[in-house]
Structure formats: structure tokens, C-alpha cells
């Protein structure tokens, strides 16, 4: 494995440990992904391309600054995909 893509646990390699933030709401409005934004931008390169915000929407949507709204229920299949690579 290369430096800095991952680390091994058993027989699975997880993604690099960089900062995904996540907030969780009812809603899915524009200023709900702004602490998302304000966090990305403080943390640099060790932040994620875009942070995730977990609501009561019904399907997943693109948000303000590349952000990503995501229903509930989807959330454990999205991190499934996230740790095993597929997504």
C-alpha cells in the first residue's frame, strides 16, 4: 500500500484518514452546509473534497459548494461503500 492512501485493518485497507464532515438535519438547506464549508476550508488538505449532510431528503442531491445531501436511510449504505472503496 502506498503511504498515505489508506491503512490496514486485517484483511480490509480503509480509506485515508482525512476529515469527512457530516451534519445531520431535518432539512436540507443552503445554510445548513455552510459550518460544513467554514470546517473544509480550516482543515485544508486534510479535509474532503465535500462534506455530507444526512436529512429528510428523498433522494441524494448536490448542495452549495460541492456538498452532498443524503436521506437517512441511504447513509449506511454510502458509508459501506466508502470504507470498502466502492464509492
Given at each position: ?77 454510502w ?9
Amino acid at each position: 500500500m502506498a503511504p498515505g492512501t489508506g491503512r490496514e485493518t486485517g484483511d480490509r485497507t480503509l480509506p485515508s484518514p482525512r476529515c469527512l464532515p457530516v451534519c445531520c438535519t431535518a432539512t436540507a438547506a443552503p445554510r445548513h452546509v455552510e459550518p460544513l464549508t467554514r470546517l473544509r476550508d480550516l482543515l485544508g488538505d486534510e479535509a474532503a473534497d465535500r462534506g455530507l449532510l444526512v436529512c429528510g431528503v428523498e433522494r441524494e442531491r448536490p448542495m452549495p459548494g460541492g456538498h452532498l445531501a443524503l436521506p437517512w436511510q441511504a447513509f449506511p449504505a454510502w458509508l459501506g461503500q466508502l470504507l470498502d472503496g466502492t464509492r
